[in-house]
């Protein structure tokens, strides 16, 4: 088939887009009319999942059936909920949602005669976070997978966004930051492009701050104004919970653009009534866009550290739907005296991703067919490329009539990553190889020694943060992974053991150890922890395919 799909699984609501027969990007519509759909899964049973707006309303009514903002859970350590009894992981709440998208989108498309008879949404480019570390991108894989998908790629939600602005493309030459406030999430990212070559140049955000943090805020507010006018707490009522979930939303998006919106709440003592102010919202909610506010300072310097300051950022993006509210522009207008553009908050990411996905595909079919034609590997194909650019410029002149047409995007790492050693004082530490925002591919490698007399060998734990300093303290982290590594012979202490960490393009850690007596090497690829088991896997593949989703 030769469409290709991009899909922005947010974390309050999601989303899915192809490029039509003219090359524009299009946001598909769900069975409810709707361009977004709310990510939300209400489990009725194992055999009937209810993905969406019905789902939403459920939230408070059956909290014990019902799941949202799972995003915040995916590649986590505790990455499970248990919905109506049944336990359930995040990659596989995420993979029913993705089954809505695709189910309502192969509708709808099939209605319209884009999709013949037998065609069904297969190959697809999923956004994440920009800030999302190997263990979350993985999870995000596998729910594609788990929804019969074929995941071309994972690629981030700033740099979609940016594509779908078309800040790629010709001659331009830019530097862009892109502010995605979404309903779950904040994400912010520097970014140089030059034609067709998106650069990225730093990223940061918070996973534990979004919309729904504003909206909290509001539903703090007026459950306290009710208490206080009619003398009963609301949270003792909880279908007038649920309704005011619904309604905190809808006054929220209202006062993006009004000044004022009446209030009404009905609750066990009555009715409660107030006129909301936009100013009054935004007082109570300043601590929220400061904390915004904070983190983008932050990403600024150390953009500026690379050579990028303020001064030099050509466009501001304002991306995701809590972008919205006047207060982000005024905020940044204000600190940073440039106005910044609302792009496409809703949409952007999907479409940017629908196009990226069809420009992926047809570099991927090049490859696969480079390599029936040379008898070689796809990985042979590519490892050679990256030395010699050939297959580059041969596609270039397959498909973009001479012109590289490809995009092209160099990211950064989103975390650190070290291993632990003892210091000069033989106290535990990580030390830090692979450092945060250096630019991917990354390689570094550093020189331990053994600790005691006729050592057999070491332990090499591989351990994720998003820490800035060269040296950190343990302080109780888990590693993301613990290598043994076995010595042909015993060694002395203070015996050399050079190691390496590797990480390339598509997210996979290398791990080189070579001790220096005996010259015993290890090479390995990190395998990601925190990741769905086989029997996880079995168990959700089976629920997968039995479970009516609606």
């Not at 009446?262 to 009555?270: D, F, K, L, M």
């Not at 996905?357 to 796809?378: M, Q, R």
Request: proline fraction near 3%; charged fraction near 25%.
């Amino acid at each position: 088939m030769k469409y290709v799909f991009g899909i922005d699984l947010g974390t309050t609501y999601s989303c899915i887009a192809y490029i039509d027969e003219y090359g524009k990007p299009v946001v598909l519509k769900n069975s409810e009319g709707d361009h977004t759909t709310p990510s939300v899964v209400m489990v009725e049973s194992e055999d009937n999942i209810i993905v969406g707006t019905e789902a939403k309303r459920s939230i408070e009514i059956e909290a014990d059936k019902t799941v949202q903002f799972i995003k915040r859970k995916m590649g986590k350590e505790q990455d499970t909920v248990v919905l109506n009894g049944t336990k359930y992981t995040a990659p596989e709440v995420s993979a029913y949602i993705l089954k809505k998208l695709v189910a309502d989108a192969n509708e709808e498309l099939a209605q319209t005669g884009v999709l013949k008879d037998g065609e069904t949404i297969k190959d697809v480019v999923i956004t994440c976070p920009a800030y999302f570390g190997m263990n979350e991108r993985q999870a995000t894989k596998t729910a594609g997978e788990l929804a019969g998908l074929n995941v071309l790629n994972i690629i981030n939600e700033p740099t979609a966004a940016a594509i779908s602005y078309g800040v790629s493309g010709g001659d331009k030459n830019e530097t862009v930051l892109v502010y995605d406030l979404g309903g779950g999430t904040f994400d912010i990212t520097v970014m140089n492009i030059k034609g067709n070559n998106i650069s990225v140049v730093c990223t940061g955000g918070d996973d534990q701050l979004g919309g729904k943090d504003w909206d909290e805020c509001l539903m703090d507010y007026v459950m306290s104004r009710y208490e206080e006018e009619n003398g009963e707490d609301l949270s003792e009522d909880p279908e007038a919970v649920a309704a005011l979930y619904v309604d905190v939303e809808t006054w929220k998006k209202a006062l993006t653009a009004r000044e004022k919106v009446n209030i009404s709440v009905n609750g066990p003592a009555g009715r409660f009534r107030e006129e909301l102010t936009r100013a009054k919202y935004e007082e109570l909610t300043e601590s929220l866009l400061n904390r915004t506010k904070n983190l983008l300072d932050g990403i600024l310097a150390t953009a500026e550290k690379q050579g990028y300051p303020m001064s030099k950022i050509d466009k501001v993006l304002l991306v995701g739907g809590s972008s919205r509210m006047p207060q982000v522009a005024a905020m940044i207008e204000k600190n940073y005296h440039i106005v910044p553009t609302l792009a496409d908050p809703d949409e952007a990411v999907a479409k940017g991703a629908a196009i990226y996905a069809g420009n992926e595909k047809e570099y991927i079919e090049f490859i696969e067919a480079e390599a029936v034609n040379t008898g070689k590997s796809v990985e042979e194909i590519k490892e050679e490329n990256l030395v010699t650019g050939a297959l580059d410029a041969k596609f270039a002149k397959f498909g973009g009539g001479g012109k590289d047409t490809r995009i092209n995007i160099t990211n950064v790492l989103s975390r650190t990553y070290g291993v632990s050693a003892l210091d000069e004082f033989d106290r535990k530490k990580i030390f830090n190889m692979l450092m945060v925002n250096a630019k991917l591919p990354a390689t570094k490698t550093e020189t331990f020694c053994t600790v005691v007399d006729n050592q057999p060998g070491i332990d090499i734990s591989l351990y994720e943060s998003q820490s800035t300093d060269e040296v950190m303290e343990v302080d109780g982290r888990e590693p993301l992974t613990v290598i043994e590594m076995k010595f042909k012979q015993r060694v002395p202490k203070g015996t050399a053991v050079i190691k390496t960490l590797s990480l390339d393009n598509s997210g996979i850690m290398h791990i080189v150890a070579e001790e220096q007596l005996h010259h015993t090497k290890l090479e390995t690829t990190f395998m990601l922890s925190n990741q769905m088991t086989q029997e996880e896997l079995r168990i959700a593949e089976v629920r997968m395919a039995s479970a009516n989703v609606e």
